[in-house]
């Protein structure tokens, strides 16, 4: 059995299967990226529910595995050379357990590097400025009387949202016929823009067909839908 209590991290979330992948997460377009995949590879993980809200993720023992404070996070109890691997920050999450089993990611290097451009293009564009949609749209900074800083950042995920269009015209997937990280890690981020947002209207989200077909098409996955749920809120 594996011995996890190196990590600080198990004193707050006990775990009961220490020889499976340790999840710790939330239910967030950050959070299931890692779930979908997880259950698109059909690998043994114990997730562990984080509640933000509840500031969790300051915790001393949190910090000791993620010392930004946020979710998600792993610690696999098989890593390189057979040796316990704590990760945070979903994109590198998902190339590492891509890379792991061989899958989700091409072999191929020109392939490769092509799958991770647009992991890094959700990472560095899609999320923050879907984030600060969903700020200013439907949390404290509607109350905002200013709404040049909302039409900012409509404005520019409209703008995102038109690159993926693009990227999307004659193929399935961002990759064309082959679903890749590069789908898990945007899915979860425009599901929640049109979705829990409720930001559709406000960036014109019917102006992009592909885009919508390309969502619809990722949704029917089994392996989606689980992990869109995972951890399991209370």
Request: net charge negative.
């Amino acid at each position: 059995m594996a011995d996890l209590s190196a990590f600080p991290i198990t004193r707050q979330y006990p775990p009961l299967h220490p020889d499976r992948l340790q999840l710790y997460s939330l239910p967030t377009p950050n959070g299931v990226k890692v779930s979908i995949l997880l259950e698109e590879l059909g690998l043994a993980y114990e997730p562990h529910l984080v509640d933000i809200g509840q500031n969790e993720t300051w915790t001393p023992d949190y910090l000791s595995l993620n010392p930004n404070g946020k979710i998600p996070a792993i610690i696999d109890p098989d890593g390189p050379g057979g040796k316990p691997l704590a990760l945070f920050e979903s994109g590198a999450i998902l190339v590492y357990l891509a890379e792991k089993t061989g899958r989700f990611l091409p072999a191929d290097p020109a392939a490769r590097y092509e799958t991770l451009q647009w992991v890094f293009f959700q990472m560095a564009a899609i999320g923050p400025m879907f984030g600060q949609v969903g700020f200013f749209h439907k949390f404290a900074g509607r109350e905002f009387e200013d709404k040049r800083p909302r039409d900012r950042y409509v404005a520019e995920s409209r703008r995102l949202l038109g690159v993926l269009e693009g990227r999307l015209e004659g193929r399935d997937w961002i990759m064309g016929d082959d679903y890749t990280i590069a789908d898990i890690a945007s899915l979860g981020w425009v599901r929640n823009l049109i979705g829990f947002y409720e930001a559709g209207d406000l960036v014109g989200f019917a102006d992009f067909p592909r885009v919508a077909a390309w969502l619809e098409r990722g949704l029917a996955r089994p392996a989606v839908q689980r992990g869109l749920n995972i951890p399991a809120r209370p």
